[in-house]
């Protein structure tokens, strides 16, 4: 899951939801982390 962002961005929502905002916080840096991947990068060229 932690290579999916959109999941990681859903589980977060989740989290922030239920009141873990600190494990939710860190979701989103794992969704960030995973966009930043060469698998999602795109040339603008």
Do not use: G, I, N, W
């Given at each position: 899951?932690?290579?999916?962002?959109?999941?990681?961005v859903l589980h977060a929502w989740a989290l922030q939801l239920s009141g873990q905002l600190e494990t939710a916080e860190s979701r989103l840096v794992h969704a960030e982390n995973a966009m930043?991947?060469?698998?999602?990068?795109?040339?603008?060229?």
């Open positions: 899951m932690l290579e999916q962002p959109y999941l990681c930043a991947s060469p698998k999602y990068q795109h040339d603008e060229d």
